[in-house]
């Protein structure tokens, strides 16, 4: 209930295109943001524990098991998180309706 209260709130302020074109760039500026920083943490585990150690974990070296198996799981979390308290859903019809095409 309280995230139907939110998006009512949201309702309002959502037919502005100045509020869409901000909430666009919000949105694509966390995008990026997780991006960069699956990139960062794939290439720290990867580079990072790929040296002379022969670190293992599940049968596989270190930076293989990081970089291939847990980061992609903490990530989907991660993206799942921003999509749900983040990402703010908009109506992508124009207007009323009156002349769409359905």
């Known amino acids: 209930m309280q995230r139907e209260n939110r998006n009512n709130v949201r309702n309002v302020e959502k037919s502005s295109p100045g509020f869409l074109l901000a909430l666009a ?20 585990s990867a580079y990072g524990f790929g040296g002379a150690s022969a670190a293992r974990l599940w049968g596989l070296p270190a930076w293989c098991a990081l970089s291939c198996v847990v980061l992609p799981i903490v990530f989907a979390v991660a993206v799942a998180f921003v999509v749900r308290f983040v990402f703010v859903e908009i109506p992508l019809d124009e207007g009323d309706g009156e002349g769409a095409s359905s």
């Open 25 to 44: 760039n919000r949105e694509a500026k966390w995008s990026l943001a997780l991006t960069g920083l699956y990139f960062l943490g794939w290439y720290l």
